[in-house]
């Protein structure tokens, strides 16, 4: 049976799509004002066909995606009263969410009162701590001693001393994962997303370093790395970082296991969406980019979303009628992309389409080039000492704060503002000492 349409839509090569756009525009050099230039000096075309993907890596890039669809849905919750925080967990739990992250500032935190009622083998429990807030091997001890099964959950902060200790201590525990690096303190500093994946995995490569000579294997390592990163709003760069994440694991790991074949790696990829975007002024704007930024990352294959409430930069009570609504839209954006758009139902569903397989590639390469540097410079921890990776992200940052000065619109901000709320904006403090935490609107309200 001959194609549907096939005599009243013959066929076009690139070639063709150029000629009759500069015949409609009339202009010969209109094509380069349809190309962007991203913040890596990355140019992504307006047009792209088949013939792109010859040149690419295409059996590598795809390979290193995820197999199997879906996500777990984690709201996150500071961790004020024990007993309070345990009721909105459960509540959590009976309304949508599948694990939880709970963020720990406080050394003498009761965690029995804490996690009551919820079954650790059962229900993810992804933990954030400070360092300030006790030992770290203590933490889990305890935690064994309330839940004296296999944990489910980890660790969502930069390893420390304690880690090596803490992954043989939960070695009868496969799914507690205990080796963490994130992205976030370069992401809020205002890094470009090849600086954030090429930081990310310098930083791993230190860690992996690190806990190998302190006597752990690089096949336990990997079994037990958890990658935590935050996702912006530029929607398919971020589907792209994503991608190019699960590349470049795959070449990195490849170095320490020669044997590790290659197929998407067992290593867990944590998104949550971004605060550095958000808006105080019209805050109602946030819940677009939330959305935005959560699709991004499940197209883009996370393993475990979170999905920040869209008042998270304001002081509001968690009491509050406001604060409850937040957290419930919040927890339903989630919902929503599994239970509407059916998002949950294929594993890599940007697979084969011509831009996001370029922009992968692309992204991957010059994260690559800059981690190479960085490795060859003396380490990610030699490099950061010596100024190297706040002074690149620091001009990141400062074009970032030009674009907007000359012109690129912030929604809610620059643009389409309507201050509807009186609340103070939170100050939002640094996950790290050596890098400034960065919000893009506050420069602007």
Known sequence: MEPL?????????????????????????????????TDEGIVTEPYYTAAELSDLPLDTIQKAQKTVPGWL????????????TNVQIKEARSQGADAIVLDLPAANTNVAQLLNGIKLSETPVFFRAAASTGDPVTFIKTLQNI??????????????????EITRLTADSPQFRTVCTTSHVFHNAGATAAQELAFTMAALADTYNDLIERGLSPEQLIQKTILSVSVGTSYFLEIAKLRALRVLLNRFLSAYDPDLPPAPCPVLVHCQTSTFYDAAVT?????????????AAVIGGCDVLTVHPYNTILNTTVESGDHVFAERIARNVSILLKDESHLDKVADPAAG????????????????????????????RKVLLSGFIQHEIEQSYQARLEAIRTGKVLVGVTKFRSDETTAEKKTLSPENSLFPRHRLAENFE
């Open 5 to 37: 349409f096939a005599n009243t839509f013959p066929s076009a090569n690139k070639a063709a799509w150029m000629t009759q756009v500069q015949k409609e525009l009339k202009n010969e050099s209109t094509y380069e004002s349809l190309q962007w230039q």
């Open 73 to 84: 849905n984690a709201p996150e919750y500071q961790v004020t009263d024990e007993k309070s």
């Open 147 to 164: 839940a004296p099964y296999q944990l489910k959950g980890g660790l969502l902060m930069d390893s420390t001393d304690a880690i090596a």
């Open 283 to 295: 805050p109602y704007t946030n819940l677009l980019r939330a959305t935005t930024e959560a699709m």
């Open 353 to 380: 389409s011509y831009y996001v397989e370029n922009l992968t590639h692309q992204l991957t390469e010059a994260a690559w080039l800059l981690f190479t540097k960085v490795k060859e410079d003396g380490g990610y």
